[in-house]
């Protein structure tokens, strides 16, 4: 049964590896939370629209969009509070963080260097810092009762976390604190004579930024310098906030023992960052098939169709037996993979069933929100 802690916390991160149904599952955490009061935010980093199409939306925006939750009447449900959803703009963020904390003769100049609009929009870190800082902005104005974050696929554990910090030790070295110094002295009239020396670090750079040019480099470091010791200062501030009471994480798996050997993985990292577990969701787990009630309702059904009937009853009985035979054994497979995750001390483990179609609207959450619900 779903852990009461949705309800207590302020934020949820919902991690794991790709293909396992996570976007989906952090929709339905969202309307969970919906459901019984809270207005809720859900939040994507994933470029993929995977979370408009759960909500059954087209797109999403860079602004929370409010969720129409008025066809739960039809189902039987009334939704006490609000369910919004957004997803991340990492080059709109990263360019207000820059509007903020850079005065103005700096920023027109840095807008307009090929570094910075590497670093804006594509580089390796932007788009995990810029999410962090979103969410943590967010969460200070106090309009939500709930966040939930959704994560982008990783097969690295918490990369998401590690990614910023790793990103900004970049301007921790020797040789980029050089370059600064330079550049704010001579200009690039030094630089053309420090490039023939410097290839080699260079290249080191150019892979990170997407340039060749030294003196760019320069130039987009020189000008970014003000908004450094504000973006680690609130990187330190971030790993506190998600270390905090107020923040959970699930970890969103399926049955298949690869991902599972993934989420034991991710389980060990949230305990080495001092995070708060709340339990494992395993997505898509196999239903039991110990009589032979399902198979004769999918013969009377197949055989009502003429195209079917034509092949033969016999036929039909051969094929669904055989496809029996395959379902018991990837469940039985799913259980003796999923005895792996009981090892684990005080971890609640969240089962959902297979469901035979695609989740692209609220009755398909809701049939998600019954089976994380549900006393098996």
């Known amino acids: 049964m779903m ?69 739960l009447k039809k189902l039987g449900v009334i ?17 207000k963080m820059v509007e903020k904390d ?15 609009k590497a670093f804006s929009s594509s580089l390796p870190g932007t788009q995990e810092f810029a999410a962090m800082n979103l969410l943590a902005e967010i969460s200070q104005k106090g309009e939500y009762d709930l966040i939930i974050l959704d994560t982008p696929p990783t097969a690295n554990a918490l990369d998401f976390f590690s990614a910023p910090e790793r990103l900004f030790n970049i301007f921790e070295n020797q040789f980029t604190k050089l370059l600064i110094q330079m550049y704010e002295k001579s200009g690039g009239i030094f630089l053309k004579f420090f490039q023939i020396s410097s290839q ?19 130039s987009f470091l020189f000008h970014i310098s003000d908004l450094i010791d504000g973006i680690k200062t609130r990187s330190l501030e971030l790993h506190k906030l998600f270390k905090s009471n107020d923040v959970g994480f699930y970890i969103i798996t399926s049955p298949q023992k690869s991902s599972l050997e993934e989420a034991l993985f991710f389980q060990k990292e949230i305990d080495r960052y001092g995070f708060h577990l709340i339990a494992f969701i395993v997505n898509r787990v196999h239903p039991s098939f110990e009589t032979t009630e399902t198979i004769d309702l999918e013969f009377d059904d197949l055989m009502k169709i003429p195209q079917i009937k034509e092949i033969g009853s016999h036929k039909i009985s051969e094929i669904l037996s055989i496809l029996e035979q395959n379902r018991r054994f990837y469940h039985q497979k799913h259980l003796q993979d999923l005895k792996e995750l009981t090892i684990l001390e ?5 089962k959902i069933p297979f469901l035979n179609r695609d989740i692209s609207d609220l009755e398909g959450l809701l049939d998600i929100i019954k089976a994380l619900n549900s006393k098996d």
């Not at 850079?102 to 910075?116: G, H, P």
């Not at 005080?346 to 969240?350: A, D, T, V």
């Open 102 to 116: 850079i005065s103005d003769d700096k920023r027109s100049k840095l807008f307009e260097n090929s570094a910075y």
């Open 346 to 350: 005080n971890s609640e483990i969240l």
């Open 79 to 95: 939704a006490k509070g609000e369910l919004f959803a957004m997803m991340l703009d990492r080059k709109n963020i990263v360019d």
């Open 200 to 218: 080699f670090i260079l290249k080191g750079l150019s892979k990170f930024v997407g340039v060749e040019t030294l003196e760019v480099i320069a």
């Open 3 to 71: 852990n009461s802690d949705i309800f207590n916390k302020k934020i949820i991160v919902s991690v794991g590896s790709g293909g396992v149904g996570k976007t989906t599952i952090s929709s339905t955490l969202g309307l969970q939370g919906a459901i019984v009061g809270k207005k809720v935010l859900v939040l994507t980093i994933d470029p993929a629209k995977r979370l408009a199409n759960a909500l059954g939306l087209e797109s999403l925006g860079v602004e929370p969009q409010k969720i129409d939750l008025t066809p």
